[in-house]
């Protein structure tokens, strides 16, 4: 039985060594190269990365845009799923669709939509200066903030999916016995509902983030040529400057570092659930 459970495991373990290790390898080795020809190896598109005040200072640049755009995505994206959760299957569904309506369209048509709404001149601006908040245009395309809004946006339903799920499966007597000893509804929500939702949380946190900063056409577009963040500056590496092992370089580090996010978040997230 255990020899046909590997049996039937290997056509996944070849397809993920092929697909994943072999070009992961590569990339490795491309990135200790002097030159595109692998002629010899090197540290010195490494060294070349950490003694560039420039380069490290858009990898920091990055990780924090993540940070923020998921932060976003938290503070909206739980709510939306603590009511879905709630609520009939009817109204369910129809959050459900307006969540994951974002996923149905093309990534580059969604930026350019938004490039309209948040424009000088745009849908929002002009929103804005008619309620009188403001006499000029709100600067948002080509800005962090527009950037920040626009991920928090498209990168929702990888949010609030996996909140829901959680929040779906928790037990309604919990919330009702916690209220009948006298925790009120925000307490209650405190002390049992997000606890027990921190798995999904992580989860939605974890996808959200990795989503959010390797997201390079919502970056270039909306970010614009002012604002460099490492998976355009990869691309510019690669194809502007022809710099291939530098730019493997950087997908290496930029790769180490998202999954050392990754890792932080689900260290701290684990011992926040111990203690709670």
């Not at 992961?24 to 070349?48: P, W």
């Not at 109204?91 to 048509?109: K, N």
């Not at 040529?225 to 194809?239: D, E, G, S, T, W």
Request: hydrophobic fraction near 55%; glycine fraction near 6%; proline fraction near 5%.
């Amino acid at each position: 039985m255990q020899r046909d459970s590997l049996a039937l495991a290997v056509p996944l373990a070849a397809l993920f060594l092929v697909a994943f290790i072999a070009p992961l390898c590569v990339l490795l080795a491309l990135s200790l190269s002097g030159d595109s020809e692998f002629g010899r190896f090197t540290l010195q598109n490494y060294v070349k990365f950490f003694t560039d005040r420039f380069n490290y200072s858009i990898l920091i640049d990055t990780l924090l845009l993540g940070i923020k755009s998921t932060a976003v995505c938290l503070v909206f994206g739980y709510p939306i799923a603590w009511v879905a959760a709630r609520s009939s299957p009817r109204v369910q569904s129809l959050l459900l669709f307006i969540v994951v309506l974002p996923i149905m369209t093309s990534v580059v048509v969604r930026t350019f939509a938004w490039i309209v709404i948040l424009g000088r001149y745009g849908v929002l601006n002009q929103i804005v200066q008619s309620l009188g908040l403001t006499q000029e245009p709100l600067k948002l395309l080509y800005s962090e903030v527009g950037v920040v809004i626009v991920l928090a946006q498209v990168q929702m339903p990888l949010m609030v999916l996996p909140i829901l799920t959680v929040l779906s499966r928790i037990d309604p007597n919990l919330s009702d016995a916690s209220q009948a000893l006298g925790a009120g509804a925000w307490r209650t929500l405190w002390r049992v509902t997000l606890p027990l939702s921190t798995p999904g949380i992580v989860a939605g946190c974890i996808l959200t983030y990795a989503a959010c900063v390797t997201a390079f056409v919502t970056q270039s577009l909306i970010g614009g040529a002012r604002l460099v963040y490492m998976p355009l500056h990869i691309y510019q590496q690669a194809v502007g400057a022809n710099n291939w092992p530098f730019a493997a370089a950087l997908s290496v580090i930029f790769m180490i570092a998202v999954l050392a996010a990754v890792a932080l978040l689900n260290t701290i997230a684990a011992r926040a659930h111990r203690h709670a």
